[in-house]
Nanobody, 114 residues
Framework: QVQPVESGGGLVQPGGSLRLSCVAS????????MGWYRQAPGKQRELVAT???????VYVDSVKERFTISRDNAKKMVYLQMNSLKPEDTAVYYC????????WGQGTQVTVSS
């Protein structure tokens, strides 16, 4: 069972940037469309960005023009560059396939606060 490992979160001021990373060892990584999800306190987990095996990206409206998802198939990694962060981006961020096929990792906490 593949379990992704996320990293790169932290505390950042509004307007700041973070780059999240995720490695999915033990998987036939390149065939899957991948996604970054987030779960804020008291809310359901939501899918915020996806990238197909060929690199086509889709974003939820709330992060468009601010977040960029990318992948490195050779390293089995997916990234999320987050710019112009807002307090409402505060959440635990997870990566998985775009359908949540794999076991969920621990996630990485992103806190946007002054």
């Amino acid at each position: 069972q593949v379990q992704p490992v996320e990293s790169g979160g932290g505390l950042v001021q509004p307007g700041g940037s973070l780059r999240l990373s995720c490695v999915a060892s033990g998987s036939i990584f390149s065939v899957y469309a991948m996604g970054w999800y987030r779960q804020a306190p008291g809310k359901q987990r939501e899918l915020v960005a996806t990238i197909t095996s060929r690199g086509v990206t889709v974003y939820v409206d709330s992060v468009k023009e601010r977040f960029t998802i990318s992948r490195d198939n050779a390293k089995k990694m997916v990234y999320l560059q987050m710019n112009s962060l807002k307090p409402e981006d505060t959440a635990v961020y997870y990566c998985n396939t775009n359908t949540g096929l794999w076991a969920w990792g621990q996630g990485t906490q992103v806190t946007v606060s002054s």
